[in-house]
């Protein structure tokens, strides 16, 4: 049992929570009000706590302290900066799982053609400006990434009867519109597609309406 005046020299090292949390500033001016600690400042990069933050002290929350004795507070940096992980020909899953070895969040996912890489494997991930992020590039931990997926090959309907391009282009996704003066071929036969338009290499997307210039 602990006597009163042994009690009244020391004071319980209050508990850090999501409701008692406080800014630096905030805890310091808390301290110099009431002469029971000094707050000593190791500053620490923590990846879900805003920069300025007290994420805990030492010694830890429950010890007992004598009073004006000196307790020192764990400050947050705020979040530590980690790579970016190389995604290369990876499904959806296995991105999102390399993204959260990392603290990252994998965000929303797009769809792109691509003639060279499979269904379903990520073409590359975006930061929240949609600019594209390269292997080993420098983001915050806890930050979100979105991923451009690739939707497979766009089909090639040149040559084809427009009903039939229209039917294969659908199928992808693709809404197909006869549009344009036409144009003359010795090769395709009237009323077949002889080009699309935006051409292949403009990375059409699922949902996009391309133009077929018929023969």
Same mark, same amino acid.
């Given at each position: 049992?602990v006597s009163a005046d042994?009690?009244?020299?020391?004071?319980?090292?209050r508990k850090?929570?999501s409701s008692? /949390?406080?800014?630096?500033?905030?805890?310091?001016?808390r301290?110099?009000?009431?002469?029971?600690?000094? &707050?000593?400042?190791? &500053?620490?990069?923590l990846?879900k706590?805003?920069e300025?933050?007290?994420?805990?002290?030492?010694?830890p !929350?429950?010890? %007992? $302290?004598?009073?004006?004795s000196e307790?020192r507070l764990?400050?947050?940096l705020? *979040?530590?900066?980690?790579?970016? *992980? /190389?995604?290369?020909g990876?499904?959806?899953? %296995?991105?999102?799982?390399e993204l959260e070895a990392v603290?990252?969040?994998?965000g929303t996912?797009?769809e792109?053609?691509?003639?060279? +890489?499979?269904?379903g494997?990520?073409?590359?991930?975006?930061d #929240?400006?949609? %600019?594209?992020? &390269? !292997?080993g590039s %420098?983001?915050?931990?806890g !930050?979100?990434?979105n &991923?451009?997926?690739?939707a497979?090959?766009?089909?090639?309907v040149a040559?084809l009867?427009?009903?039939?391009?229209r039917e294969?282009l659908q199928g992808?996704?693709?809404?197909? +519109?006869?549009?344009?003066?036409g144009?003359?071929?010795?090769t395709?036969?009237e009323?077949? $597609?002889? #080009?699309?338009l *935006?051409?292949r290499? !403009?990375t *059409?997307?699922?949902?996009?309406?391309v133009?077929?210039?018929v023969s």
């Amino acid at each position: 049992k602990v006597s009163a005046d042994l009690r009244a020299r020391y004071i319980p090292v209050r508990k850090n929570s999501s409701s008692t /949390s406080f800014s630096l500033v905030a805890t310091t001016k808390r301290s110099i009000g009431k002469p029971i600690m000094r &707050a000593m400042c190791p &500053a620490q990069t923590l990846p879900k706590l805003p920069e300025g933050t007290v994420k805990g002290t030492t010694p830890p !929350a429950g010890s %007992q $302290v004598e009073r004006s004795s000196e307790v020192r507070l764990i400050v947050s940096l705020g *979040p530590n900066p980690v790579a970016v *992980p /190389s995604i290369s020909g990876q499904t959806l899953d %296995q991105v999102r799982t390399e993204l959260e070895a990392v603290n990252l969040i994998l965000g929303t996912t797009s769809e792109e053609f691509n003639d060279f +890489v499979d269904k379903g494997s990520v073409l590359r991930l975006l930061d #929240e400006n949609d %600019q594209a992020l &390269a !292997a080993g590039s %420098q983001v915050l931990a806890g !930050a979100t990434l979105n &991923a451009v997926v690739s939707a497979g090959a766009l089909p090639d309907v040149a040559g084809l009867a427009v009903d039939e391009a229209r039917e294969i282009l659908q199928g992808v996704g693709i809404t197909g +519109v006869v549009g344009g003066d036409g144009a003359f071929s010795d090769t395709v036969p009237e009323g077949f $597609v002889v #080009e699309v338009l *935006p051409s292949r290499s !403009a990375t *059409p997307r699922p949902g996009d309406t391309v133009t077929l210039i018929v023969s």
